[in-house]
Structure formats: C-alpha cells, structure tokens
DNA sequence: CATGAATGAGCTTTCATTCAT
DNA sequence: TATGAATGAAAGCTCATTCAT
C-alpha cells in the first residue's frame, strides 16, 4: 500500500468527521458546506476534490458510521455465557464508547428520517439491521437449543431485541433524562428473559 | 363559535393536510412551499395568511399530529381485561388504522431527526412519550397489584414497552418487508410478558 | 387578451432586451446572470420566474432575433421591379436599422459558434436561412422566367447571394473600416449580376 | 536549433491539437482546462508550465490555425491560368484538406464570435482577412490588365469573393447537407464570373 | 381574505490557477 | 520539467417570504 492512498484515505476521513459533527449539529439539510469546509479545516474546493456532492458525503459518512459498528457488533458476538448474559453484552459493548453514541446517534436518526424516502439509504439501514438481527437470532437459537430458553420463534425474539435497542436509543435522544443509557438497555433485556407473568 | 372560526380551521386542517404528504414524501427541508402550495391547491398567499412560516406548519402539523395520537391512547387506556390484553390492546387500537399510520410514520421520523436539534420539538415530543409511557406504567402497575404480574418496576417495565412499539415502528420503515404490523407488536407484548426462560 | 399577459410579456422582453445587451458585450458566456439582471433593473428571482434557466434566455433571445428579421424579410420579398433591384431591396431593407444591425451581429455570431455544437440552436438556424434561401430563390426564378436573368440555376443563386450577405456580415464584424454596410452589398450584388468577364 | 526546443514545440503542439479537438467539440468557454489535459494525456501542471492561462491557449491557437492557412494560401497564389481558375484553385486547395476544414471550422467560428468583443483577437483576424484580400485582388487586378475581365473595381471584387467563402462555410457549418463543400464553392465563383443578366 | 409576481440572501457546485513535491 | 492535490472566487440557481393589487 503506497502512502499516497493512506494520505488521501486521510483526507476522506478528515471530511468525514468534520461531517459527522456539523450534521448531529445542524442535520443533512440545514448543513452548508460551508460549515464542514470551516469545522475541517479545509477548502471547499477540496471537499469537492474528494467527494463529488454534499449526497456523496452524506452516504460516506452512512457507510462508514453502520461498518463500524456491524464490526464492533460481529466481534461482540463470539462471546460466552448464557444467552441473556450474551444478549446483554452486546448492548454493554454498544454502551461502552458512550461518547462516540452521543455523537452518531442524532446522525443516526438523520439517515433514519431520510431511509424512509431514499431507496439507496433504505436498502442500507435495511441491510445493518439484518445484520445485527442475525446474530442475534443466532444467539437466542443457540439458548433455544441448549435449553436455556423455552422453544420460542428466535426470529421474533430477535425482532423484539432490536426493537427494544432501536427505540431505547429514540427515547433516549427525546428524554435523556429519564433514560438511563447505561443501565437501561440491560434491565429490559432482563425483563424480557425473565417475563413479567407471575408464575403460579 | 362563528362559523368564520370553522372556515379558518378548515382552510388550516386542508393546508395541513397538503403539508402532511408532501413532508411524508419529500421530508421537512426537500419539501418546499410551493409543493405544499400545489398539494393544498390554495395560493402562496393564503398560506402565509394562515401560517407566518413554514416552521409554523412544521411545529402545528407536529401539534396535530401528536394530539389525535394521544386522545387516541387516553380512550383506549379504559379497557377492562388483564394487563397483557390491555396493552395488546393499545396496540391494536394503534395498528387499526393502518393506512393512517403508513401514511404519518415517515413524518413521525422526521420528528424524531428534528427533535435531537431542536428543543422545542423535543420538550414536545418528550411530552408525548411521557403520556405514553403514564399510561403503561398505570397498567402494568395494576397488573402488578392485582398480582397478575410479578413486582416489578412498572416504570421500567412501560420504558421497554414504549421502546418496542417505537423500534418496531422504527424496523416496519426500514424492512416493510420483513416486518408485519398487524402481528408483530402482539407477538413482541406477549413474549415480553411470557419471558423468554425456560422454567426449571 | 388579458393585460395580465401584456404585462408579463412586457417583463420577458424587458429581460430579453437586457439580455441582448448584456450577450452582445460580453458573449454568452462571459455574461453572468447578475449582469443581466442589472441591465434588466430586474431582480434575479424575476429572471428566473420568466426564464427557468440561462439556457432558456439565450433560446428565446435567439427565436425572437431571427423571427423578427423573418418577418422583415418576408414583408420585403413582395417588391415591385427587376430581381436585381428587388434583391437590393432586400439588402436595403436589412440595412435600414443600422443601429439595430450593430447591435445584433455579435450576438448572430455568437449564434453562429454555439450552433456548430447545438443541435437545437443549428436546427433553428437552418430554418431561417432556408427561409430566406427560398425567398431568393423565388425572385431569381421570376428574373429567369421573364428573361431578364440567363437560365442559371437558381438555387445555386440564391444560395451565393446568401454567402454573400452572411459573409459581408462576418467581415464588417471583423473589419468595420473596410467595409461599408452601406454601399458594400449593393456593390457585390451588382457584380453577381453583371458578372466580372469581358464581353468579347 | 538545440533539440530541447523542438522537445518544447512538440509538447506545445501536442497541447494545441488537443485544445483544438476540445474546443471544436465544446467551443472555447464550455472546454474546461481539465478536458485539455485528458485529451492531451498531460498533467495540468505540464499545461501551464507550457502556456500560462487558457487565454494563452486560445491565441496560439488563433496563431496557428491562420498562419497554417496563410501559408497555403500564399503557396497557392502563384498558379498559372486565368483569373477564374486561379481563383477556383484556391478554393479547390482549400477544399484540399477537407477532414481538416471539418475539424476547423467550428473553431473558426468561435474565433469570429469571440473577434466582436475582443480587440485583439479581432485585428488578428483581420490582417488575415486582408492578407486574402489582397491576394485577391491582385489575382483579378491581373485579369482585369490583361483584359479577361471588365474593368470593375479589383478590390470590391476581392471583398465579395472573400464574403462569397467565408459565407459559404457559414452555410456549411449551419446546413452541411445542403451545401456540397466540394462543389458549392467552384458553382459560387462561376456564377460572379459569368454574371446572371440575359446578354441581349 | 386571496392572489401570484417579485425579491434577494444564501445555497451547491465549478474550474482556472497555484504550488509543494 | 512534471505532477496532481489544493485553493477560493465566482457562477447558476433556489426558495422562504413579502406585498401590491
């Protein structure tokens, strides 16, 4: 690999970050290139060397904030434990760079407003969610099969856990306050595992 | 109340009506006045005449928007039945009108993208789903009272409710596909209220 | 008709006499939008509430220069008297508005340029010259049929004696001093007819 | 001559074939620099260490197509025969070349319609224009000495000629299907020779 | 109340030119 | 000489808002 490419891969990784702070500020639509041409450092004729729109940079940034956490996400799944012990260290491991949340997660529900309008963004959130939705499908059947769980449909645990994730994160961005992001994601899951039934 | 009253409220409702589904189709910021000018078949100036700006629409959509959603949910909230059944319930109320919803979700996420920038729209929203969440807590609380439930923390226990219903609206914008509406917050409920353990 | 439609046929002809001005001083594309908006004593808006592009300004700049020479041209062709004299007429009749002439042959030239690369634009153009091709030729077919010319061809003719012009044109634009608008396409005309060989 | 400099010409010429074939494709001001380079197959740096603005280009350019012509023109005054063939050949060695001629014109006519704005430019074309002219006229001087031709003024006669040409390519560039370059030219001078009216 | 032409600040994007390597 | 990343002053165009009628 020569150092050009690391040096231009810089560059892109330069305009990237100065994106994700001035759209979680501003959001797509209210940000000017102006603002991330000044939070960069860079010229605007640059940006424009790198990425060929303000769309571009906005789909860049889309692929490189969902990579890193489908890797963060498929490193955390070969963990062991119990299936709940399993589960939960998966949000663990989301909620520990808390700061790095706090940071994409209004960027995150920018790409989600936009996913439901724009085919492109859609069939890429589509395809994280399925991601994160198979592993842990694949941990709910492996609890399923060793009996620590009840034979239940997998799939819809599996829907039900990324849904509880999902909308955690959205109460979290409206109400900060009474979400605790560090304890919360783990005593739904709890909840979840254990049921709410009285057992008779 | 004269009838001018009732006119104004109309030609208001009509222009939000046309702000609606233009902001479902294109988004606030893509949206501009002149589609919603189209959409309403009223003039430019008749808009200005009933809203001072386009945050104005935005904020009096959100306004509408929420409320109907909102006394929808308070006449559901007296249902009789057991816990379980009182929150399928509410979901059901919310899924019977499922044209209505497919047709305010994508504005619902427009909100949400807005609300982690602008505090007014977050205090609102924040309100919304403290009302919400009042009204799961209450019924879990009396499931638990009636010893229909375990005792848990009905607080929590309606955090993880609301954040299953808003996740799963949050997969249905995402993956249509993947996602049934009709079923899938009932199977989500149950399991939640069954837990996922298998009893010794 | 409405007064309405006078009016905003006044404004487009208020742009495009602007428009005129400013592409015969600067060429099409050294003129900036903002420079025809100061001759125009229009706002930028204005301009491209009538027009919906630059595109669009120089198209119906160039449709209303050649149809209104068109229809001098065709108000002229029905002239009394021998071809010869009916064909300096013609040149006559183009010459009159000097002032007028100097200010659209940039312009022409321009139009010229641009449709050597503009299918639309040549398209146009052919259609003009065509037209005025057979309006000479006309005249050159009477003068042949009265015996006044020899029987030539008259397309070939007519198609001469358009160089003729075009090029007296090109040359005035290039050479003013030398060439006389006034005297010149008479004098090269005559010399068509008269030919230039010695009658033995 | 030390080789370095014929190195320096190559590199240059090499530059002004590509900026032709861009700006007969694209005219001058719609040819970007980058286009150049990539018809070039130079880096743009190589560009302007050769010519210091695409001004610079432009006028070498104008320098070299009309001084090409020039030369041939010049080359092709000194024929023998009659003032009619001597004037058809010039035209005929015009046509010559006549892949050349396609690739030019639309060149020539960005030149003209640039010529009416700028001064420089326009004196270039200009002693052009005269250097034809005089050659010309000095051609139809001789007919008119040695009696083939009546005793018309050389240089009225000169000036149609050269319109007759310069008009024609106008014509071609506008409708080539109409005007037969090979042919038209040789019609055109024919006609003025021989002249239109009936000898009684 | 209603209309739609008019406004202009502000936006994204382009591209001739420069300069460190 | 040669390269191509970097620059930034414009350029074309948009669109929320106003206001004369």
Redesign the interface.
């Known amino acids: 690999m020569s150092p050009r490419i690391n040096v231009s891969e810089a560059r892109k990784n330069q305009i990237l970050d100065a994106a994700a702070i001035v759209f979680?500020?501003?959001?797509?639509?209210?940000a000017r290139m102006d603002d991330i041409v000044a939070e960069s450092g860079l010229s605007k004729g640059t940006l424009y060397w790198y990425f060929k729109s303000k769309d571009d940079i906005i789909t860049a940034l889309l692929q490189r904030v969902f990579d890193e956490d489908l890797i963060q996400l498929q490193s955390a799944q070969h963990t062991a434990g119990s299936?709940?012990e399993r589960v939960i260290g998966l949000s663990r491991h989301i909620a520990a760079d808390f700061t790095e949340i706090a940071r994409l997660?209004?960027i995150t529900?920018?790409f989600?407003?936009?996913?439901?309008?724009q085919e492109h963004i859609?069939i890429f959130?589509?395809e994280y969610?399925?991601a994160y939705h198979a592993i842990l499908q694949n941990i709910?059947q492996q609890?399923i099969d060793t009996?620590?769980?009840?034979p239940?449909?997998a799939k819809?645990?599996a829907?039900?856990i990324?849904?509880?994730?999902?909308?955690?994160l959205?109460?979290w961005?409206?109400?900060a306050e009474?979400?605790d992001w560090h304890t919360?994601p783990e005593?739904?899951i709890r909840?979840?595992?254990?049921?709410?039934?009285?057992?008779l």
Chains 1, 2, 3, 4 share one sequence.
């Open positions: 979680a500020r501003q959001g797509f639509y209210q299936a709940v997660v209004p529900f920018e989600y407003a936009v996913a439901s309008r859609r959130l589509k969610l399925q709910v609890g009996q620590e769980l009840r239940v449909d819809d645990v829907t039900t990324v849904a509880i994730y999902e909308g955690l959205l109460l961005v409206v109400d009474h979400i919360q005593i739904s909840l979840l595992f254990d049921g709410l039934r009285r057992l």
